[in-house]
């Protein structure tokens, strides 16, 4: 099967010599393209040779028939990504940029500050807890405390991670992985399990179609 390449373009800076101009890519939200960040192009390509990208499903890049996960996304924009870039992104992008500066951490964890790759690690789950917390306040939804304390356990399980193996214990036996196992799994059941089917009963109503009948089976 031949690899997924999603849509990109580069554009070459104008205010300085190209050649000498440093690479940043811009990462959209979701379902959105590259063409939001039309508006601001100009203005980057004063200091920086701009890369855009539309995500895969979106803009112009085809659908993925795999699994879409953050680790698929990451290898898609690794794999038109400068060897050297900034990284800008918008919602999604915003997001989804944190956690590939996570893993590019991790990757180079041995050349680089423990307290520098525990840092940049744990940004993304921070900012998702924000953007979480930002919501439900908004909403009034409380019952979703659950799934940003979940959230809080699992960040505080990832700094504990960091930390033993920044004093030398072996890490991955523990309490800090054991602790981000259950919290994940906790995730996984109560987003699966509740907010999912709400989510769906709530799309339902807004369509007219209600409750529908359920069918005892015997």
């Known amino acids: 099967m031949p690899k997924l390449i999603p849509f990109h373009n580069t554009y070459k800076a104008t205010g300085v010599n190209d050649d000498e101009a440093q690479d940043i890519v811009l990462i959209h939200g979701w379902g959105l393209h590259a063409i939001v960040f ?42 038109i990504m400068p060897e050297r870039a900034h990284v800008l992104g918008w919602s999604l992008g915003g ?15 041995m050349f680089l500050p423990p ?12 900012a998702l807890g924000l953007v979480i917390a930002r919501e439900i306040v908004a909403g009034k939804n409380w019952k979703n405390l659950m799934v940003l304390g979940l959230l809080t356990a699992f960040t505080l399980a990832n700094a504990l991670f960091h930390w033993e193996a920044a004093h030398g214990f072996y890490a991955a036996q523990g309490y800090g992985l054991r602790l981000g196992v259950g919290a994940g799994v906790m995730m996984i059941a109560v987003i699966g399990g509740r907010v999912v089917p709400s989510f769906t009963r709530n799309w339902l109503v807004r369509r007219g179609e209600g409750r529908r009948d359920r069918k005892r089976v015997v």
């Open 115 to 126: 307290l520098a790759v525990a840092v940049i690690d744990l940004a993304m789950p921070v």
């Open 38 to 79: 039309d508006d601001i192009v100009p203005a980057l390509l004063e200091r920086f040779r701009v890369t855009v990208v539309d995500l895969p499903g979106m803009g112009q890049s085809p659908m993925p028939n795999g699994d879409y996960t953050l680790d698929f996304l990451a290898d898609e924009v690794l794999a």
């Open 95 to 109: 997001l989804f940029a944190l956690w590939l500066a996570g893993r590019v951490a991790i990757g180079l964890s």
